[in-house]
């Protein structure tokens, strides 16, 4: 197979892929070609500054879109870089591998993180029509502020399900989970002409994984209307940061434990990367002083029993505010809604 | 929590809202959204005017005065009285043609005239709201009076004010979140010019030279202390880049982070916890 140069060429690339993997379904009941992932990556860098996750990127003839090459992964990993704070990795390595190497980068370069899909975000295809229809839920929560492993209340649950006429109670028992806990995952389908024309999962931290499609270009616009509906989120939130004074609010459903939120942040462990400093203290409300991790940016953080205020000082990057949202809701606070001055953003 | 950036904090959060605990500044009920700190006014006789902060909205506009000193601000407050509604525009504001409503706010009552004062403590007072000329904006504060909890509200940017140059435990507290940025693997250090400045965050620009330079100097010798008392294992001043910066960077362990902060809090507060300290330091 000769090396992908063009957009023209990695689109007859991941064509064939999906082809030959419903041949296969139908034939073998089982894929040939690698599934395709996308990741949503939201940067603060220029691509020279930010490298590439493994190899070097090389330009796909006249357009914004690059190929990783000389790592070892041959015509698997392209970047479409067309938007600048919203990049796209699309990737043909297996998915445990690919999730290693992203998260490694994005972990040695401050100014790169993940796009953390709030909860409106990641149900609102089914607001939108066009054949979509939701088929699950992965529910998360995972007590990462819990003192030892036998008092910590993890919960994990994945939920696919058809038509919910059939289903009834599969679908009241993840409807009812959904309003407690914050959703990790949800899986949607695509239905063109009464046939499924996509299958795919989006994941919280902005992770998408292509289960089955059949027309590339149908794939690459609904991943990319994704990354611009994410993109404008983080242009209205940075625009409301410098206009006001107001603070980002998360709302929680369920109660954190402020004195353990306080020990794990005061040493900057725990996936919420924080590492702040207790200024003022009361039973039910702590106010934070100090650094988001991911970026080194400054932030204050004031913390009640089941909502938090988030201050971006200067220009720091308001990517934070989602990323609290996913990682603190998913970890102990159940349901995570953000708002501005009374009005839900990230939305 | 230091009493300047209380009430500038509990002042500011009367133009915003929150869902949890459901609050709703009585600015904002009364239309009032749009804000401009720290800017140049012209009063009708062409003196430059700078008020803390100038807002309007449907009914009428505000000229708010924050001051945490006890003495009268009477005359300053007359002055505002002048200021000339035809530059509202300038900044954006919605236009008017009369009079603001002028407006003290305070921690502690004290003797402003016959001008509104709001008492901005933990929860919301004030007196002589009768001369507030803006129906919507007297009827709010009315609803609000003595009801509206204040001491929980989301805390601001702004970590520094001029008038903490030379209160050193203020100054301390203030710019510690901006001390921990040091330790940033590609961070090539930070000037004293850049700490103030980013201290100060939205209102950087509204400072006089005379002011911004006391509170660089003040920050000089709180970080000199810094560096030479409690973090000399890290940190050091470069005198030819003239910043504070890191020694070595490494990456950091938790146990090197908690410990990192408890020399932060002993700086930033001695022996106590920080929020033990809002009583020193008086102005």
């Known amino acids: 197979m000769a090396a992908v140069q063009t957009l ?27 599934q395709l992932k996308a990741y949503l990556i939201e940067s603060n860098l220029d691509l020279k500054a930010a490298g590439a996750p493994v190899g070097n990127w090389q330009r796909l003839e006249d357009t914004d879109w690059y190929v990783s090459k000389g790592g070892g992964h041959f015509n698997s990993l392209f970047l479409d870089k067309s938007r600048s704070r919203v990049w796209v ?36 295809l089914a607001n939108i029509g066009e054949g979509w229809v939701e088929r699950g839920l992965g529910i998360k929560f995972a007590d990462g502020l819990a003192t030892d492993e036998d008092s910590a209340g993890n919960v994990s649950v994945k939920a696919w399900h058809g038509a919910n006429s059939k289903t009834q109670d599969i679908y009241d028992i993840a409807d009812h989970a959904k309003k407690r806990f914050a959703i990790s995952s949800v899986r949607w389908q695509k239905r063109t002409n009464r ?3 996509i299958t795919t999962e989006w994941y919280s931290d902005g992770r998408v994984t292509i289960n089955r499609a059949m027309d590339v270009d149908e794939v690459l616009i609904w991943i990319s209307e994704m990354a611009n509906r994410y993109e404008d989120s983080l242009h209205e939130a940075t625009i409301l ?14 109660e954190i434990d402020l004195e ?36 080194w940016d400054r932030i204050l953080l ?28 998913e970890d102990n606070a159940g349901v995570t809604s953000i708002y501005h001055d009374g009005t839900e953003v990230f939305v | ?27 904002k009920q009364a239309g009032l959204s749009k804000i401009v700190i720290d800017s140049p006014f012209i009063t009708t006789d062409s003196k430059e005017m700078h008020p803390d902060i100038v807002s309007s909205g449907g009914d009428g506009w505000i000229v708010l005065e924050i001051t945490t000193k006890p003495s009268s601000k009477e005359c300053q407050l007359n002055f505002y009285t002048q200021i000339n509604p035809r530059n509202l525009g300038t900044y954006g504001l919605r236009q008017h043609t009369k009079e603001p409503d002028v407006i003290c706010a305070r921690l502690e009552p ?12 933990d929860r919301l007072q004030f007196n002589n709201e009768a001369c507030i000329k803006n129906n919507s904006l007297r009827k709010a504060l009315n609803e609000a009076n003595d009801r509206l909890d204040l001491h929980k509200l989301p805390n601001i940017s702004i970590v520094i004010v001029p008038e903490m140059a030379g209160k050193s435990k203020e100054l301390r507290r203030g710019i510690f979140d901006i001390v921990m940025q040091l330790f940033a693997k590609d961070c090539e250090g930070k000037t004293v010019e850049q700490i103030v400045k980013e201290g100060l965050d939205k209102i950087n620009t509204c400072i006089s030279p005379r002011d911004r330079s006391s509170l660089e100097s003040s920050v000089k010798t709180q970080m000199d202390v810094l560096v030479r008392d409690h973090l000399s294992e890290y940190l050091m001043f470069d005198e030819t880049t003239r910043c504070y910066k890191v020694k070595e960077h490494a990456d950091l362990h938790a146990n090197t982070k908690g410990s990192i902060v408890r020399e932060l809090k002993k700086w930033a507060g001695g022996d106590r916890s920080l929020e033990e300290f809002s009583e020193e330091d008086p102005a």
């Open chain 1, 89 to 124: 990795i699309y990737s043909l390595i297996d998915a445990d591998t690919t999730k290693s190497l992203i998260n490694n980068w994005i972990k040695k370069k401050n100014g790169l993180d993940k796009v953390w899909l709030s909860r409106p975000q990641l149900l609102h």
């Open chain 1, 302 to 329: 004031d913390v009640g029993l089941d909502y938090a205020y988030l201050t971006i000082p200067g220009e720091g990057c308001v990517n934070s505010a989602p990323r609290l949202a996913v990682v603190q809701g």
């Open chain 2, 110 to 121: 004290a003797t402003d005239g016959p001008f509104c004062q709001l008492i901005l403590r």
């Open chain 1, 260 to 295: 353990s939120f306080s020990n794990t942040v005061s040493k900057g462990k725990g996936d919420m990367n924080l590492w702040l400093v207790e200024t003022e203290h009361e039973t039910d409300f702590r106010r934070f002083k100090g650094v988001d991790l991911h970026t």
């Open chain 1, 8 to 34: 023209q060429e990695f689109r007859e690339l991941l064509q064939a892929g999906f082809e030959n993997n419903e041949k296969t379904l139908e034939q073998f009941d089982k894929i040939d070609s690698a």
């Open chain 2, 1 to 27: 929590m230091d009493d300047r950036i209380t009430l500038w904090r509990n002042t500011l959060h009367l133009f915003y809202e929150s869902k949890k605990p459901p609050y709703i500044g009585p600015f």
């Open chain 1, 241 to 254: 940061r410098n206009s006001t004074m107001a603070p980002f609010e998360l709302n929680f459903t369920q």
């Open chain 1, 195 to 197: 046939a499924v024309s």
